[in-house]
């Protein structure tokens, strides 16, 4: 390509005739020809290039397409749907190889777990110090030890808050302030019943307590409203029953 454009410049330098002129047009067009399949020869081998670049990859992928990954083998117990859901594992809390495996029932609508994996209900724990010292307070309260059984009642409850008797404990200190004719120390003690243990089995008794303990107060009012709540809310209960006749 440099000897056609050394004799293209040389043949210029003579005072070129209409022949030469001709001559030298038609090397322009080859030059250019000549430069333009260059040009794509010089793509061509850039393709070539960036294709073998990417060929490695691409070889590593196909040959991952034909793996099959290694799927959880989930033993099933009759009734169980296959297409429930597997329970987790966590390695480390693993339990010894001898410790009951975990199982998981489909039923109906409804997924069961049993064996190490189920989780238990967390249910508040009574411990054999709380069911002493409640018995012995109650005790206190059956004797008409009132202010000892005040004491009782208030430390089983600042140590047992959870305990599945605390709404009983505050129910009977109410009695207690009630007793003793305390009466609005019992309307705070049987509200704090329906305040604190709202779905306890105490509250109709403790609004049944509430609304005499307001009356006794001389709030005819909030007792009357205490009385109608009971009757709203409870109305079947043992406790509306027993609300005293205006």
Not at 68 to 75: A, D, E, I, M, R
Not at 109 to 118: A, E, F, I, L
Request: proline share 6%; aromatic share 6%.
């Amino acid at each position: 390509m440099s000897g056609l454009v050394a004799l293209a410049a040389g043949t210029g330098c003579a005072g070129p005739s209409a022949a030469e002129a001709s001559q030298m047009d038609q090397f322009r067009k080859e030059i250019t020809k000549v430069q333009a399949d260059n040009d794509r020869l010089n793509e061509r081998v850039s393709a070539l290039e960036v294709a073998q670049g990417k060929g490695a990859p691409d070889a590593k992928r196909k040959e991952g397409a034909g793996e099959v990954p290694k799927l959880q083998v989930v033993k099933l117990m009759p009734g169980q749907d296959p297409d429930a859901p597997a329970a987790e594992h966590d390695d480390d809390d693993a339990s010894p190889d001898n410790a009951e495996p975990t199982v998981i029932r489909a039923e109906g609508n409804r997924v069961t777990q049993s064996g190490r994996g189920k989780d238990k209900a967390k249910e508040p724990a009574r411990s054999a110090q709380a069911k002493s010292d409640y018995d012995a307070a109650v005790a206190l309260v059956k004797r008409k030890q009132y202010d000892r059984a005040l004491e009782a009642l208030a430390g089983f409850l600042v140590r047992f808050p959870d305990d599945p008797s605390a709404d009983n404990a505050m129910y009977w200190r109410g009695e207690c302030f009630f007793a003793k004719g305390d009466y609005a120390r019992a309307a705070e003690e049987f509200l704090g019943v329906t305040a604190r243990f709202p779905n306890g089995n105490k509250v109709p008794d403790a609004l049944l307590k509430l609304g005499m303990s307001q009356a006794k107060s001389g709030d005819k009012d909030k007792a009357a409203d205490t009385f109608a709540r009971l009757r709203r809310e409870y109305p079947a209960s043992d406790a509306a029953r027993k609300i005293p006749r205006e």
